[in-house]
T-cell receptor, first 119, second 113 residues
Framework: GAVVSQHPSWVICKSGTSVKIECRSL??????MFWYRQFPKQSLMLMAT?????????EQGVEKDKFLINHASLTLSTLTVTSAHPEDSSFYIC???????????????FGPGTRLTVL | AQSVTQLDSQVPVFEEAPVELRCNYS??????LFWYVQYPNQGLQLLLK??????LVKGINGFEAEFNKSQTSFHLRKPSVHISDTAEYFC???????????FGKGTRLSVIA
C-alpha cells in the first residue's frame, strides 16, 4: 500500500509553454498533498501544501500564479507550470499524506518525481 | 521553526562495513523524525520513522535509527552495507502529521566494492 504515482516522469517543453504534472495516490485517500522541487545534488524544497477542495498554501518566494496547484479529489493533485522558462527546469516531487486508516496520517509517501526540462 | 542538519554531505564506505549517517534537528516542540532514501532519478522511499515510544527504530533494508532527545539526534545506522545501498539519504522532521516535512541537505552514501 501507500503508492503515489506521478505523470509524466519526464517532460521537455519549449520556453513559454505550460506543463501539467499529475500526482495520484493509487491505493489510499490523501487529504493533503505536498509539492517539492529539487535541484541537482540538493535537498527538497517545499513549494506548496495542497488540501483537497481548498486553495493551496504556497511557501514564501513561490509564485502562485506561475505554479498552479489543484487538488480536486482525494486521490489527485496537479501542478501546472505556466509560461515555463529554462530556470523552471528541475525535478518536481509530490507527496501524499494518508487521510485515515492503517496508513495513519503521520507519514508522507512520495511519488517518483517528474523531471522538467525547459528549452 | 524547525531545522535539520546532516553533518556529512558524503560518506564513502567499503562493502560489508558498518555505517552511520548523522542527523541533528532543532525544534521547540515535540517532533516526528524520518529517514528517506533516494536512488538516482527517483522519488523518496521511506526507510523508517520515529513518532513516539521506543527510541530505537528499525526500518527496511536492515537500517535502524536511534532517537536521542537530549542530543536532538536521529542517526541512521546499518551494521553491514551493500553496493545497492549507494544512494542519497535524507533526514526529515515534522511536528505533526499535518505539517510539511523539513529536510536536511542529504548525505550521499557511496559503497565501495
Amino acid at each position: 500500500g501507500a503508492v503515489v504515482s506521478q505523470h509524466p516522469s519526464w517532460v521537455i517543453c519549449k520556453s513559454g509553454t505550460s506543463v501539467k504534472i499529475e500526482c495520484r495516490s493509487l491505493d489510499f485517500q490523501a487529504t493533503t498533498m505536498f509539492w517539492y522541487r529539487q535541484f541537482p545534488k540538493q535537498s527538497l524544497m517545499l513549494m506548496a501544501t495542497s488540501n483537497e477542495g481548498s486553495k493551496a498554501t504556497y511557501e514564501q518566494g513561490v509564485e502562485k500564479d506561475k505554479f498552479l496547484i489543484n487538488h480536486a479529489s482525494l486521490t489527485l493533485s496537479t501542478l501546472t507550470v505556466t509560461s515555463a522558462h529554462p530556470e523552471d527546469s528541475s525535478f518536481y516531487i509530490c507527496s501524499a499524506r494518508g487521510a485515515s486508516g492503517s496508513l495513519g496520517t503521520d507519514t508522507q509517501y512520495f511519488g517518483p518525481g517528474t523531471r522538467l526540462t525547459v528549452l | 521553526a524547525q531545522s535539520v542538519t546532516q553533518l556529512d554531505s558524503q560518506v564513502p564506505v567499503f562493502e560489508e562495513a558498518p555505517v552511520e549517517l548523522r542527523c541533528n534537528y532543532s525544534s521547540s516542540v515535540s517532533v516526528y523524525l524520518f529517514w528517506y532514501v533516494q536512488y538516482p532519478n527517483q522519488g523518496l522511499q521511506l526507510l523508517l520513522k520515529y513518532l513516539s515510544g521506543s527510541t530505537l527504530v528499525k526500518g527496511i533494508n536492515g537500517f535502524e535509527a536511534e532517537f536521542n532527545k537530549s542530543q536532538t539526534s536521529f542517526h541512521l545506522r546499518k551494521p553491514s552495507v551493500h553496493i545497492s545501498d549507494t544512494a542519497e539519504y535524507f533526514c526529515a522532521v515534522s511536528h505533526s502529521g499535518n505539517t510539511p516535512l523539513v529536510f536536511g541537505k542529504g548525505t550521499r552514501l557511496s559503497v565501495i566494492a
